[in-house]
């Protein structure tokens, strides 16, 4: 059922419910008490701009957070001791466990039939070249299904190229068409005999950098090298192919995996404690690593100050909501979205006191639209709180499928009910998994506007007590 027919249809049953003395709380679910509170705490977060200034801290001191890697527990060891400085009821973190990968050195060229020094980066988790590098004839393929369909052997000795162009959409939807072939295009190109598999950079921007990212491999299928060329070095690379002379490439690369080596990391949770159910919790998502290029103050250094601002905006109410609201800074996301998998297993048994959640991790801009995937007597309490967004340009998605963003669509899927806000991502893409993830990216009036969402929708979801599953 979409929302907006839902809203219509109880515009009716509000009418006839005065006709027959019907008692039903089609109105006012949230009371004007807990409404107001709401708007003060709005005038609280775009006064204070707290999570720029909790970003700028955390690029600056903390700056790159690859799982792994010191600065993975540099940003472990920020983050407890900036929700503890912040006051948090309470402070912990959950270990979590993956594996080394070494991004080491790469060098990308064209040898022929036009030399060619290229901009390249490693995807996370590739194997490396042998010393001398591979080099190889390129094989174009416009996307990942003209790749897919490839016949058998079609590529053996060759390096496979996909050199698909991610559109730019303010709903960032040109990401998924793009990302396949980072995911997958090793594993196709090696099925069919290719040595190494090289793409253009999932990304939105002109910039002579690549845009790095995970990477999978599959059980049987030989792993081979892969890589991202900047967009000016994949436009350079397909206008010699479209020459019709064969395009020599050399790829060397030595970068590692040490899947016998684990290494760990933590989910940082800091809590409001409720005053009345603090076995009940409002949960705020985002994810605490990043990846090893930029200082990581985009993606998702603004979704883990913003959640952090909007708890600490809370936690200086004069008392605590009725619900516990519990701020997760998520581990290892960026590598395969492994610290809430972990999260998931060891609180599986919690699942049912998760009441309500909503993630940050994408966009610099500001939030456009909400979108809930709730229970639906909850759709009158969320057309409530969509009319105290209304004003900072939120509109309310007809839709009510919302699983919840990146690490917290894992417990959306296992039936935590969640908000989706949508932020203009048209830039977030130019940045993305780059050196330019940097915090002058970070626009600060959206980061107010953005935060003072999140706290009134952790307060508004915490004091309602509104059973969002029903
Ligand atoms: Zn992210
Ligand atoms: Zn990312």
């Known amino acids: 059922m979409s929302f907006r027919s839902f809203s219509g249809a109880c515009a009716v049953l509000a009418i006839s419910s005065s006709l027959f003395s019907h008692p039903l709380q089609a109105e006012d679910i949230l009371s004007e008490q807990i409404k107001s509170t709401a708007l003060e705490l709005k005038e609280t977060a775009l006064k204070a701009g707290l999570a720029y200034e909790l970003d700028e801290s955390l690029s600056t001191e903390v700056g790159a957070r690859r799982v792994g890697t010191p600065g993975d527990k540099k940003g472990v060891d920020w983050a407890v001791a900036k929700m503890k400085a912040l006051g948090f009821d309470k402070v912990w973190t959950e270990e979590v466990t993956h594996v080394m990968w070494e991004r080491g050195e790469i060098n990308a060229e064209v040898i022929s039939p036009y030399p060619h020094k290229m901009t390249a980066i490693a995807l996370g988790g590739s194997v490396g070249t042998p010393e001398g590098g591979i080099k190889a004839e390129v094989v174009e393929f416009e996307n990942f299904a003209a790749l897919q369909a490839a016949a058998p052997d079609s590529l053996t000795g060759k390096i496979a190229y996909v050199s698909y162009r991610m559109e730019r959409k303010i709903d960032g939807s040109g990401y998924g068409p793009a990302v396949i072939a980072r995911g997958q295009g090793a594993i196709e190109a090696a099925k069919r005999g290719a040595v190494a ?52 490439f050399k790829l060397t690369q030595s970068s590692s995996r040490h899947d016998a080596t684990v290494v760990k990391t933590a989910n940082v949770i800091g809590e409001v404690t409720g005053r009345e159910t603090p076995e009940d919790y409002v949960v705020l998502g985002s994810h605490l690593d990043s990846w090893d290029v ?95 967004f209304a004003p900072m340009g939120v509109s309310l998605s007809p839709d009510n499928d919302a699983k919840g963003q990146s690490d917290l669509s894992i417990l959306g899927n296992a039936g935590m009910p969640a908000v989706n806000f949508s932020p203009d991502g048209s830039l977030y893409f130019d940045y993305h998994h780059t050196d330019n993830d940097t915090f002058d990216k970070v626009d600060p009036e959206a980061m107010k506007i953005n935060t003072a969402i999140y706290t009134m929708f952790a307060y508004l979801a915490a004091e309602s007590g509104v059973n969002f599953r029903k």
């Open 197 to 248: 598999f090289i793409m253009r950079s999932v990304g939105t921007d002109n910039n002579r950098l690549g845009h790095t990212g995970g990477m999978k491999y599959e059980d049987g299928v030989p792993m081979i090298p892969a890589a991202a060329l900047s967009n000016p070095d994949a436009d350079i690379l397909s206008n010699q192919i479209r020459r019709g002379k064969p395009v020599t």
């Open 294 to 388: 930029g200082t990581g103050a985009v993606d998702d250094g603004i979704g883990v100050t913003i959640t952090m601002a909007a708890g600490k905006h809370i936690l200086d109410l004069p008392q605590r909501p009725k619900r516990s609201i519990r701020v997760v800074l998520f581990g290892a996301e960026e590598v395969g979205l492994i610290g809430v998998r972990q999260y998931l297993e060891k609180n599986q048994a919690e699942i049912g006191h998760h009441v309500i959640g909503a993630e940050w991790d994408f966009g610099v801009g500001r939030i456009y639209e909400m979108k809930p995937g709730v229970g639906p007597e909850a759709l009158n309490a969320i057309r409530e709180m969509a009319e105290l």
